[in-house]
C-alpha cells in the first residue's frame, strides 16, 4: 500500500490551532478532498480537537502528521491517518463536560467522529492518532453558537453519507 505523509511542526501556543487548520485544508485539497465534503470538515475538527489538546494540555510544541492510504483494493477509497505527537510523557485523559462546561469534549468529538483512534508512546513523548476510513459514512457537526454569552459551541451531529 502506499502512503503520502506530510507533517507540520506546531509550536506550544493556541494561536497554531488556526495555523494547523489552514495547513491541513491545503493538504487535503492536494490529495483529492474537496474543501466542501463532509469528509474535510470532520478531518478538520479531529485535527482542531487533537492540536488543541497538544498545546493547551502539555504546553509542548508538537508535530502534526496526515496520512493519506492508497486503496488496497480496486474501487477502495483509502484512509486518512492524522497523527499530533508532542513531547509529554503524560498520556491523553478524556473528560466528561457537563452541559454548560466550555472545554473538555475534545477527546469525546474524536471518539465520536473517527472510525479508530489511540495513543501511544513516542520518543520522550506520545502520538495521539485517529483515522477515518474515505468510503465510509461521515458524521457531519454543526456547530450552533450558545446564548450563554462566551460563545459556548454544541455540536448537532447528522450522518451524511459520503460517496466512495
Known sequence: MQVL???LEVGPDPAEVGRARR???SRLVGSGIRDDEPLAETLILL????????????????????????????GAAGTVRVEVADTSCRPPQQRHAAGEDTGGRGLELVDGLADRWGWQPEGAGKQIWCEVDRGAPVVQVQMQVGTHGAGVHE??????THPA
Do not use: D, K, Y
Open 155 to 160: 455540536p448537532s451531529p447528522a450522518v451524511v
Open 23 to 25: 495547513w491541513a485544508r
Open 5 to 7: 505523509q506530510v507533517q
Open 47 to 74: 485535527i482542531s480537537e487533537l492540536v488543541t489538546n497538544a498545546v493547551v494540555h502539555t504546553g509542548c510544541p508538537a508535530v502534526l502528521r496526515m496520512l493519506f492510504g492508497a486503496a488496497e483494493t480496486a
